[in-house]
């Protein structure tokens, strides 16, 4: 059983629907009511802690304050990390193939789209959880208008 729900995520909130699939709204409140169980607050830095490791935030999986990294690289700026890490080990001219690369604005729609579909509350309970990361990889907590 609970390999079976780790596969399936939140299955238990649309188990009397017949669609198979969660819509975002009810994946983000399965999410924040999994953390909200744990009688935690979101804004805690130790809140994702329980969550399956996908959703955990990062600041909880790579340890950024007990690490010191010379470079965190990012999907977004992927090409242009990869030349500063392998620059910074002595690699020329490393490059990477990346098929179904999105340009900025197609992924800012894209993030759009899927935001608003949030209610206001479901927003901020996501900034809370994912604050430290937000703030430490440097995204924009602000949600699109």
């Known amino acids: 059983m609970y390999v079976k729900n780790q596969r399936r995520p939140c299955r238990e909130v649309n188990a009397s ?23 935690r607050q979101l804004e805690d830095f130790q809140a994702g802690t329980t969550l399956d490791i996908h959703w955990r935030p990062q600041t909880l999986l790579c340890h950024f304050c007990q690490v010191d990294y010379t470079i965190i690289g990012k999907m977004e700026t992927m090409s242009e990390d990869l030349l500063l890490a ?11 193939v990346h098929d179904n690369k999105s340009d900025r604005s197609s992924l800012e729609s894209s993030t759009q789209h899927w ?9 901020r309970s996501i900034q ?18």
Do not use: W
């Open 128 to 145: 809370q959880l994912y604050n430290y990361d937000f703030n430490i990889l440097g995204y924009d907590m602000t949600t699109p208008t």
């Open 115 to 123: 935001l608003n579909q949030l209610t206001g509350k479901q927003l």
């Open 17 to 39: 629907v017949a669609a198979p699939t969660l819509t975002f709204g009810q994946f983000v409140d399965c999410i924040v009511s999994r953390v909200e169980g744990e009688h």
């Open 86 to 96: 392998s620059s910074a080990i002595g690699m020329k001219n490393a490059s990477v």
